[in-house]
């Protein structure tokens, strides 16, 4: 069983920066896909950016160019920062970890991410 313990967030100001941290507590064997959705008020759950065991990133459109996403394989752990912060980025953003060979999906319990203008 994997447990995903998310850290960071909290409450921010438009252009603003944070940084989230995702640690997974067993070691992530290939292939998986591991990254952050984000849920905003009252809207669907949507990707942030991903990144599958073979290197490959995915970032969602209206995060690209102010959005970084990591991985230190050696802990476990993965890292979004977060630039130039905008109120529409307000949300709870989650952890996933994707394991498609065994059928198993992990998610964080979430952490508030709040923009203000």
């Known amino acids: 069983q994997v447990q995903l313990v998310e850290s960071g967030g909290g409450l921010v100001q438009a252009g603003g920066s944070l940084r989230l941290s995702c640690a997974a507590t067993?070691?992530?064997?290939?292939?998986?896909?591991i990254g952050w959705y984000r849920q905003p008020p009252g809207k669907q759950r949507e990707l942030v950016a991903d990144?599958?065991?073979?290197?490959?990133?995915n970032y969602g459109d209206s995060v690209k160019g102010r959005f970084t996403f990591s991985r230190d394989s050696a802990t476990n752990t993965v890292h979004l920062q977060m630039n130039n912060l905008k109120p529409e980025d307000t949300g709870v953003y989650l952890c996933?970890?994707?394991?498609?060979?065994?059928?198993?999906?992990?998610w964080g319990q979430g952490t508030q991410v709040t923009v203000s203008p």
């Open positions: 990144v599958t065991s073979g290197g490959v990133t």
């Open positions: 067993a070691s992530l064997f290939n292939p998986f896909v």
């Open positions: 996933h970890l994707l394991l498609p060979t065994r059928g198993r999906d992990y």
